[in-house]
């Protein structure tokens, strides 16, 4: 079934190429951004005008076409601006080429710039040149898509119609630049390390499989950056960091989604305390970067990243909440306490217990910032334990809004208690969980020539995007997320 629409746009880009025009030109002319000329002449009083010429380009986004006299809105990336265009100033063949323009057209014009008598700044146009020919029309008449399959799967049809969502996508990477550039200015070394590896480790997730034809030998998608940047430490480079992205073949929510991006960050000669310190300095600088200020509005509540933030212990919130006792987190003791109050417990490992406990009665009540310490050394597989408790380690997570925004430990560096903790968790693996850990031997072998004690943090730069930009959803802050084929819906 033919478009109608397109097909007529379609014979206007053939007419253009009989009569010599080129609808698709390579070269641009010189040209001032929208945004300067806003800013330029922002004080020009109405039915004022300039004695300047200027040139502009962008996209025809509206038209309001009345015999000889046309106004066209034209848009940038840095803005948009009304181009006012005439049969006396144009010419009439100049003219008619301009009404045949369509919404959604590329255009580059030149005149002198006005305010109307209702105070919109304007281009008078004295030239126009076409740039571009849109075959199709913008999306709804550019009153914007509203269907999230329809806006995810066409960005760039949501970019040009939700301005919201553009304006969003631009705060992720100020924000992203003002992490990257703290970093560098404290002395930390930007670093890349392998997305394909040959064992998935630093964390616990079920990771996506590919096959290398040449070495003939099956790969992992990188669950984390850890355990390569922990080599590094080991090799000398004491501050570095990896902002790139992680892959975990795992289910989707308004809060996960199996391509992400992570910053992990280490430093030698510092523990969890100082990765704390980091955090309140890092997110804060990429907050006031992109939004001018630290507090944030989302699903409702005010939420305010002055630091500091507080420290609640893990296990002490689990006990407060659920009215289980899990300062001895044996199975029995766990077990026969979640029977008396009729919580069903998922599975049979303590670990998996304690981590649904926290997620059910807990992490949804925590809103404002906060860091969550001291984890059951079952749930942290690469942390150091606590000199004055060995069954728990030293780490935090930072929760805001309810979500993960940061986990973080005081690095495991004794490659003995390393070994029996991967060791432990390949017998968790042969019991049927496939998330748990693997035993990394070259990163053994690096560990045992020694790594300095160290502080190692990962901060989900999604996560934070979202309470930046106060979307609920991470698949609007991710340019692209993975969809469904539409021949498998």
Known sequence: MTDPLFEARAAKRRELLTSGLDPYPARVPSHTPIAVLLAEYAELDAESRST????????????RKMGKAAFFDLRDG?????????????????????LESDIGDFLAVSGDVFRTKRGELSIGADEVRLLSKALRPLPEKWHGLKDPELRHRHRSLDLISNSEIRDGFVKRSKMIAAIRRTLDEAGFLEVETPVLQPIPGGANARPFITHHNALDMDLYMRIALELYLKRLLIGGLDRVYEIGKCFRNEGVSTEHFPEFTMLEVYQAYTDYHGMMELAETLIPAGLMAARGSLTVEFKGVSIDFTPPWPRRSMLELITQASGIDISDPSAVSIRRQADEKGIRLPGNQVAAWIDFLFETYVEPDLLQPTFIVDYPVALSPLAKRKADDERVVERFELFAAGMEIANAFSELNDPIDQRDRFLEQEQLRAAGDDE??????????????????????????????????????????????????????
Do not use: N, W
């Not at 840095?78 to 301009?98: M, N, R, S």
């Not at 160290?454 to 991470?474: F, H, K, P, V």
């Open 52 to 63: 300047d010429r200027y040139s502009a380009v962008g996209r025809v986004t509206g038209a």
């Open 436 to 489: 748990a850990q693997r035993v990394d031997e070259d990163f053994l072998f690096a560990m045992e020539h020694g790594m300095p004690p160290a502080g190692g943090m990962g901060i989900g730069i999604d996560r934070l995007a979202m309470l930046c930009t106060g979307q609920e959803s991470i698949r609007d802050v991710i340019l692209f997320p993975t969809l469904r084929r539409k021949d498998d819906e």
């Open 78 to 98: 840095t803005g948009k601006i009304q181009v006012h265009a005439t049969l006396d100033g144009l010419g009439e063949e100049a003219f008619a080429a301009f």
